[in-house]
């Protein structure tokens, strides 16, 4: 059967190549293509089978048309690295970079459906406690977000207490929070700061109580209009140091001691907290030992590991929309619907907005 060859901008697909964090190498692997002719491929832009053009648009999750466009657009923004020196060094995974190419544009979207000044809010209260100490901050973002400590431990558990912080941020700072699944040796999350509306995303494939503390590490970073990539063993970084001990003073202003790691856990199951966080709180309070506190830490750790082995990989089978505002949250995802219903944007544009298909979407609005 005779090849159907088409002629590409060249340009377009090593941009699409890099942004995806692939090398040629591995895209021509991928594609069962002679690296050579792959090559040929991003030199002159000539000859490229349309069914090998398909292969490569799902590899670097881009449609088929990008490769015929006049001109490369912008690369994503990515934020700061803040992350420990070994992690700094490693290349980045196609899921992380999928991830912050996603944020882009969500954000970058956001701004269509809503007008810039509803996105406000939230960098004017940060800016205004920006100065303040860090006992007075955390009193103001307590009140602002309407969450006590004491509401805090009435949640049931901790997957309805990342739901409920979730979504006072989106609601009461206007903080658009993403959920994306990366690999957990890359980031725990990461925030952009620097244009609105504000966004936080969360790695999903950490424990709730993990995501929990990533979303008040995040806004940190984002009370100093730092956008961040940020893992959980980045203190090498004075910056992620403060955002850890910010979090952590956050979300457990007050810890007693512990005796065991019995009632460690007891204690940080009731603050709705992973035991990681309560023992870094007990150690920087001085109410552990040096060497209990990485006794201790080590043995969480090991149990963690043991719990990601044992994890089941039977697959789950989520409703399209429930996986989508699962991913964008519920104010982006609402903010879609809202301009739907309005005709402000068509059934394709917020199908495409939302992947979701248009005829799912016509039973939510």
């Known amino acids: ?46 000859g490229v089978p349309r069914t090998t053009l398909e292969k490569i648009a799902t590899i670097l999750k881009r449609q088929t048309a990008v490769f015929f466009l006049p001109n490369t657009p912008p690369k994503a923004k990515h934020p700061k690295d803040y992350r420990n020196i070994k992690a700094r060094t490693n290349k980045l995974h196609p899921d992380t970079l999928f991830a912050i190419r996603q944020a882009n544009s969500f954000q970058e979207s956001a701004l269509d459906l809503e007008p810039s000044d509803s ?39 901790t997957n309805t207490a990342f739901r409920e912080w979730r979504k006072a941020i989106e609601e009461k700072l206007g903080i658009l929070v993403f959920q994306f699944s990366f690999p957990t040796e890359d980031a725990q999350g990461f925030c952009l700061a620097e244009s609105l509306p504000m966004v936080i995303i969360v ?50 202003p007050i810890v ?6 019995f009632e460690l856990q007891r204690r ?46 039977k697959p789950v089978i989520v409703l399209p929309e429930v996986k989508s505002r699962s991913i964008r949250g519920d104010r982006y995802y609402n903010s879609v619907l809202d301009s739907l219903r309005t005709d402000r944007i068509s059934f394709p544009q917020a199908s495409r907005l939302l992947d979701v298909r248009m005829g799912r979407l016509e039973h939510e609005i």
């Open 203 to 252: 790695n999903g494939n950490y424990a709730p109580a993990n995501r929990i503390f990533t979303l008040f590490h995040e806004i940190a970073h984002l009370l100093q209009t730092q956008s961040g990539l940020c893992g959980w063993e980045s203190e090498d970084n004075h910056d992620e140091f403060i955002c850890n001990d910010f979090a952590g003073y956050f979300l457990l």
């Open 268 to 313: 940080s199951t009731r603050a709705k907290v992973s035991r990681e966080v309560y023992l870094r709180r007990l150690e920087s309070e001085k109410l552990i030992s040096k060497s209990i506190f990485f006794e201790w830490l080590a043995e969480i750790r090991k149990e963690g590991l043991q719990k990601q082995k044992i994890k089941s990989d």
């Open 256 to 261: 007693s001691e512990c005796s065991d790691l």
């Open 1 to 46: 059967m005779k090849k159907h060859l088409i002629s590409i901008n060249p340009s377009l697909l090593t941009w699409a190549r890099e942004e995806a964090g692939y090398s040629a190498t591995e895209v021509a692997l991928q594609t069962d293509t002679p690296l050579e002719e792959y090559l040929s491929f991003e030199s002159t832009g000539e």
């Open 119 to 157: 996105w406000s809010e939230g960098r004017l209260f940060l800016d205004a406690i920006k100065l303040k100490e860090k006992s007075e901050q955390i009193r103001l973002l307590r009140q602002k977000l309407g969450i006590s400590s004491i509401d805090q431990t009435h949640f049931s558990n």
